[in-house]
Structure formats: structure tokens, C-alpha cells
């Protein structure tokens, strides 16, 4: 006799465990750099052989990558910074990217990747990827690929309590229920109820990590936006900062400029920072995340 | 109209296509493939064509196979969605599979048809599985239309084909239980034959002896057929499913003709979109 029982499917399948580091794609890193230090990140170290740099504050990793072959499909980084990669990190990192393949996923073009070490990675929305980090405890995959900055602190603290809260990604037109399925199928991420958003930006879908430290926020275009030139990809980090008003006041010393006008303009919820260097944006949420 | 309907190279279907009137099409990846041009050649074509891509066909056998039998699928399966981004088609169809291999177990094809349509996602690409009437296990829009239920995947919906209905006589009331939302494609053909018993029959008429609609003998089922998806209201794309081996040593623009007499037949016997408020006739006439 065989029994035929129903077994539900792991609702954090890869057992991600949070960001481990975000990555941009930019021709002029100096420039990035400066605005990443800026927003309270500190450059800790360099790549032992590419063109890519590690920045940090308290638990968040940024690495901006200007190596040529930085971005899958293109030729090489554009002025522009792009947020090329988000990395999750995993229990094991090769079991993730099996579990991600099986699912369907497109194996990232091995070349593309920032770092030499074998970090597996599959193709998300746009041009970007989704890395999978399961050293992240003891030893760290920085440890291998960097070399530190001579002089620089290894980790620096946060400004004003930030810490990563979520990743804004543009969709097109009624592919909102397309993008749910893959980070629902593949991770295990779960949509929020209707109506429930954090910050200034209400709008879009948003999805829970199965870890619960961190939100994805799907932006399909906005109505009468027909003119607007508006392709998939990742747009945009959202910073939680426990107070959000004593954090804008921290990085508008630094010189930061906020949207101060509209619906947009920073409340103890939320804020958002001006554009810079063409396309970059970043958004605090209020958030009690645990970093 | 489907290319495949029609002899000649790539460009000279999609001028005939074109030259009748029509701005869909359907493609058929062997004819990207064989471009003397390339990939590159034929999408530029297409583009140049002006037509709108309203789906490519066709993946063959992929779901209810294991080990490197999948495993080869899936690098076909990943070639066409490249192709279908190439020439801007949203749909990629996926044929039921007549596979010797392939399993039947309801699960596995679930499964596979999951990673198909989460295969397709990234690109902005949407599955139709169709179910041919000589298909090893799914070879009836009822079943395909479970296993696609059951898939659940917002980019995996149907593709209907008039041939494979009438020629296996699947009820039409099984359309009840379909969600017109989850139709991707329908495409419509007639034939010439008033029965085709057997999947071998069926298999020869589906491949070799298909007409337009007006042109064969289950006018009035294909009629029925179509205000039924009308009814139910679907409002996607229509194309004419025609493999037929004479069509294929007529000039294309003749062929295409007779298509563009076909799509007034469609319009003059079934369609009551246009007409609104003939609707509530439309009803009783069924």
C-alpha cells in the first residue's frame, strides 16, 4: 500500500538568511564611490584582481563593480550605476542554485560574476543577478577575493542604524503576477496583503522574504505613463533606519539632498533621496528590522 | 495567418501575409532557424514586416521526460525563448508530448510545465500548451486544461486548436470549466475529411490535409466553436492553424487569399464583437 499524503513545500526552500551584499555596475566608480560614502558606506577593500571595490556600514554590503564584462548581456558598465546583483545569503549556496535551476531559473553566464571565488548565481529580472552566499558567518567570501584598504576600518557602523529593508524592481505592464510566481516558486517570498506598505512610496506589490528581514517592492509602470521609457530591472535600494528623521538628518549633513516637496517628502515613515548621477536613488523606510 | 501555411522564404510569406490584409502572425521556428541570414535575418524581417508576432510554434515533447532526455529539452526549450525574444513574440506554443518517454504521472507534467513557464519569465515570454489530438497522454483540451489549472503559473495558459477538437469530437462543454483569461491562442483550421477515428487518421489529416475554415466540412462545429470562446469571453488572438500540402505548391499570395476569404467567412458566420447588441441573437442562434 502506498500513501498518498500532501507535503507542502518549504516555505524558505534555498533557507536564505537575508542580503549579503547588493552590487551596482558603473564606468566611474570614483563618483559612485563618493556618493555611496555620502550615504554613510565606507570603502573597506579592493579586489585583489578586477575593477571592483567593496563598500560597507554595519551589516550592508555594496560592491561596485567596473570591471568590463560587469553586466551579462552588455558590454561593459555605462556611466550610469546600475544595480547589477542582489546576493542572498543561503544555508548552502549550491544547493540553492540546483533547487533554482530545477525550478527553471537561467544559470548566470559564469564571466559576469564580481568575484573569482565560485559564488553560483542565475539571471533575475532585467540584466541583473541573483547570487547565492553561504559563507557569511565565520569566514567571509571578502576574505578570498579582497584585499582590505590600508588604513581603512573592516566594519565601520552604520549611520543612524541603517540596514538593508527591501529592493525596488520595475516591471512591465500585467507582469506583476508573473514576477510573484518566480520569487514565490524559487525562494519562497510571500506577497503582503493589499494596502500594506511601509515608507513613502505606496505603490506596487510587495513580497516578504522567507527570512523576513527584508521586502521586495514589483513597480509595474504607472497609469498614462505611455511615454515614459520604462524597461524590467532593478531601480532601487529602500535603507530601514529606525528613525527615519534623525537618519535624514544624519546624511543631510553628509550632503545628501532629499525630495522635500510632494508626496514624496521624508515623514518619520519615509524618504527619498534625489536622483544623482543619472538613475540613482536611494529610499529610507522606517524599519525595526533587526540588521 | 501562420507562416507555415505558406511556401517561399520568410519574407515572402510575411509580404503575401501582409499584402492580404492581416497584422498577426504566427512563426514557426524552423523557418528562423533556416533563414539563410541567421537568427538575426529572419527577426529583422519580421520587424521589417511590420506584423505583429502573436505567438512561435512550436516546442515539441517537452513535459514527462527525465534524466538527459529533460535535461535536453530544457537547452531546446531555452534556444526557442531566445528565438521568440529575437522576433518579439510573447508566446511561445508548447505541443502535448508523443513521446514513447514521456510519462504520463499527472505530477511530473505539472512540474515540468511549472519550469517551462518559469523558464519563459525572465524573458517576458507567456507558454501555450496545446494538447494534440494524437498526444501520448494530454491529446484533449480538457486534459491540458487541468494540468495548466493545476500548474497554476500566471504565464502557462492554453492554446485551442479547432483541428484537434473536431477531430477527436471533444465536447465543446468542456469549455465551461476553462477560464477564458487562461486562453492564450486560438487557432482555427477545417478539413476535409467527415471522420478521423483514429490518432494515425488524425495525425495525417492534422499534418497534411488541413483547410481554412469555410473550406471543409465541419463548418457549422467550428461555427459553434468560436461563438462559444466568444461567449465566454475571450477576446485574444485568433490565427489559422493550416498544414496542407497543396497550399504548400501554390504561390503564397494565392494561399493568402484564400485565408483572408476565410477570415470574412470567420467574421460573416460567427462574430458578434463587432456587433454588440446582436448579442442577444447571437445567443438564441445557439
Known amino acids: ?291 | 495567418m501562420d507562416t507555415a501555411t505558406l511556401a517561399g522564404p520568410l519574407e515572402a510569406r510575411l509580404s503575401a501575409v501582409r499584402a492580404a490584409g492581416f497584422s498577426h502572425v504566427v512563426l514557426n521556428a524552423s523557418e528562423i532557424a533556416s533563414h539563410p541570414g541567421g537568427e538575426q535575418a529572419a527577426a529583422a524581417a519580421v520587424r521589417a514586416s511590420g506584423l505583429h508576432v502573436c505567438g512561435v510554434q512550436v516546442l515539441r515533447d517537452f513535459e514527462g521526460l527525465s534524466g538527459h532526455l529533460h535535461d535536453y529539452k530544457v537547452d531546446v526549450a531555452k534556444a526557442m525563448l531566445r528565438m521568440c525574444r529575437a522576433v518579439g513574440s510573447e508566446l511561445l506554443v508548447a505541443w502535448s508530448s508523443t513521446s514513447n518517454h514521456a510519462s504520463g504521472d499527472a505530477a511530473a507534467l505539472v512540474r515540468d510545465l511549472r519550469k517551462l513557464a518559469t523558464l519563459a519569465l525572465p524573458l517576458g515570454i507567456r507558454i501555450g500548451y496545446e494538447a494534440l489530438s494524437w498526444g501520448r497522454h494530454v491529446d484533449a483540451y480538457p486534459k491540458a486544461a487541468q494540468l495548466v489549472d493545476e500548474a497554476d503559473r500566471a504565464n502557462l495558459g492554453l492554446v485551442l486548436d479547432s483541428f484537434h477538437v473536431l477531430a477527436a469530437r471533444t465536447a465543446l462543454d468542456e469549455l465551461d470549466y476553462v477560464d477564458s483569461r487562461k486562453i492564450f491562442l486560438v487557432q482555427l483550421s477545417d478539413f476535409l475529411w467527415h471522420e478521423a477515428r483514429s490518432a494515425e487518421e488524425r495525425g495525417e489529416a492534422g499534418r497534411h490535409a488541413r483547410v481554412f475554415p469555410g473550406e471543409g466540412v465541419h463548418s457549422a462545429e467550428l461555427a459553434d466553436f468560436i461563438r462559444r470562446l466568444d461567449e465566454m469571453g475571450y477576446r485574444g488572438d485568433y490565427s489559422f492553424e493550416v498544414f496542407n500540402d497543396d497550399y504548400l505548391q501554390l504561390p503564397p499570395a494565392t494561399v493568402a487569399g484564400r485565408a483572408l476569404k476565410s477570415a470574412k467567412w470567420a467574421i460573416d458566420h460567427v462574430s458578434r464583437r463587432s456587433l454588440p447588441l446582436r448579442r442577444p441573437d447571437a445567443r438564441r442562434a445557439t
Not at chain 1, 558603473?26 to 584582481?49: D, E
Not at chain 1, 547589477?84 to 553566464?109: K, T
Open chain 1, 1 to 291: 500500500m502506498t500513501i498518498q499524503e500532501s507535503i507542502p513545500e518549504p516555505t524558505n526552500p534555498i533557507a536564505m538568511d537575508g542580503i549579503e551584499f547588493i552590487e551596482y555596475a558603473t564606468s566611474q566608480p570614483q563618483a559612485f564611490g563618493a556618493l555611496l560614502q555620502k550615504m554613510g558606506f565606507s570603502a573597506v577593500a579592493r579586489h585583489r584582481s578586477r575593477e571592483v571595490m567593496l563598500y560597507r556600514q554595519g551589516a550592508m554590503n555594496v560592491i561596485v563593480n567596473s570591471h568590463p564584462d560587469a553586466l551579462p548581456g552588455l558590454a561593459a558598465p555605462v556611466e550610469t550605476p546600475m544595480l547589477a546583483a542582489m546576493a542572498f545569503r543561503v544555508r548552502d549556496a549550491s544547493q540553492a542554485y540546483r533547487h533554482s535551476l530545477d525550478c527553471g531559473a537561467w544559470e548566470m553566464p559564469t564571466r559576469a560574476s564580481a568575484m573569482e571565488l565560485n559564488i553560483p548565481g542565475i539571471h533575475g529580472v532585467g540584466d541583473s543577478l541573483i547570487y547565492f552566499v553561504d559563507r557569511y558567518r565565520d569566514f567571509s567570501i571578502y576574505d578570498v577575493d579582497f584585499v582590505p584598504l590600508p588604513g581603512a576600518a573592516p566594519r565601520p557602523p552604520a549611520l543612524a542604524g541603517l540596514h538593508w529593508f527591501g529592493v525596488v524592481q520595475a516591471i512591465l505592464n500585467d507582469r506583476t503576477n508573473d514576477w510573484v510566481d518566480f520569487y514565490r516558486t524559487l525562494f519562497g517570498f510571500t506577497i503582503l496583503p493589499e494596502g500594506k506598505y511601509f515608507g513613502v512610496l505606496p505603490k506596487g506589490t510587495l513580497l516578504e522574504s522567507p527570512c523576513h528581514t527584508f521586502y521586495l517592492q514589483l513597480i509595474e509602470p504607472p497609469p498614462g505613463a505611455e511615454d515614459i521609457h520604462w524597461d524590467e530591472g532593478l531601480v532601487r535600494v529602500g535603507l530601514g533606519a529606525p528613525d527615519v528623521r534623525a537618519a535624514v538628518r544624519a546624511l543631510k549633513e553628509r550632503g545628501i539632498v532629499f525630495i522635500d516637496h510632494g508626496a514624496v517628502q521624508p515623514t518619520e515613515k519615509g524618504a527619498l533621496t534625489q536622483v544623482y548621477q543619472g538613475a540613482v536613488t536611494f529610499e529610507l523606510v522606517v524599519s525595526h528590522l533587526k540588521p
